[in-house]
């Protein structure tokens, strides 16, 4: 086995304290570390001045996926037992993949009330890894029945409660379907995304609906035996077309986070071409993946040992990622979704 598929050498010591809780008033005003992934070289600067690092021709690719209120809190009928309900993934007519706590409470069958009964839900079987299938039923539109009685399923290891729901959502959200947010596009404003464009440098946009796979520790020593969650996708005919006229005319495709990555090299044929459709992807990229998209990479700091954090090494070196996340640290930089930024170039 070579030594880099270890799960053990994505590891870091991160200090609790760099975990951010909350996310900045201005969102643009965040740290952004620049890392050289040739030479493994860092740079300090504030988010904002991210536009100083993208040249005229440059594509920078967004993932406008939007996140859902996907957690609802209800009550098993006939009883007062609390069920914590957790939405993963849209089936057809109303059935949703979820996450149901406690499990043992909700056999297929149960029904769960939540909100006085303004939307009430039947367990119809269990699937893979426990996950329910849950049946819906209420009156008028769903997504407006969650937005009513849903809370945003924010990441485990953050514990203060979202005073703005809009504030773990992208400025440039649009399609629902997300149980988390596709963070490193978190840093944009409105204003910077006019300048990026004002400098000549097109925004072409995909979509993958982020599922809560993203937050699932690797549990196997040797990561090439981890499963990797399957994630839906959507690129259209004119975004496809103007990342390939960028790479035609030598710009560089700039990826805006993991899922934005992920999408790209999911479409992406062996010469290069970006191909329009959608699916389902399971793509799991660590060190030793030839990249066949991306040039450059905007992200967050991921969790110690996560397949985000795999990524990241395959694009810019696992020693030089390492050792940036150390000095990211010694800085004092804030971790995770609502964390500081890096672009990795």
Known sequence: MKKEMSLHDYYYDLPEKLIAQDPLLDRSSSKLMILDKESGSVEHHVFKDIIDYLHEGDCLVINDTKVIPARLYGAKVGTDAKIEVLLLKRKENDVWETLVKPGKKCKPGTKISFGDGLLTGEVLEVVEEGNRLIQFSYEGIFEE??????????????????????????????????????????????????????????????????????????????????????????????????????????????????????????????????????????????????????????????????????????????????AAYQEAVKQEYRFFSFGDAMFIK
């Open 145 to 322: 029945v969650l937005d009513q009685l849903g809370e945003m399923p924010l990441p485990p290891y953050i514990t203060h409660k979202l005073e703005d729901k809009n504030r773990y959502q992208t400025v440039y959200a649009r399609y629902e379907g997300s149980a988390a947010a596709p963070t490193a596009g978190l840093h944009f404003t409105k204003e910077l995304l006019e300048q990026i464009q004002a400098k000549g440098i097109k925004i072409a946009h995909v979509t993958l609906h982020v599922g809560l796979g993203t937050f699932r520790p690797v549990k196997v020593e040797n990561i090439l035996e981890h499963h990797m969650h399957s994630e839906f996708y959507m690129v259209d005919e004119k975004d496809a077309q103007i990342i390939n006229e960028t790479k035609q005319n030598g710009g560089r495709v700039i990826s805006v986070g993991t899922t934005s990555t992920r999408t790209l090299e999911t479409v992406t044929d062996d010469n290069g071409v970006v191909h329009a459709g959608s699916g389902w992807t399971q793509i799991f990229i660590y060190p030793g993946y030839q990249f066949k998209a991306i040039d450059c990479l905007i992200t967050n700091f991921h969790l110690p040992e996560s397949t985000l954090l795999m990524l990241v090494s395959a694009l810019a070196g696992r020693e030089h990622v390492l």
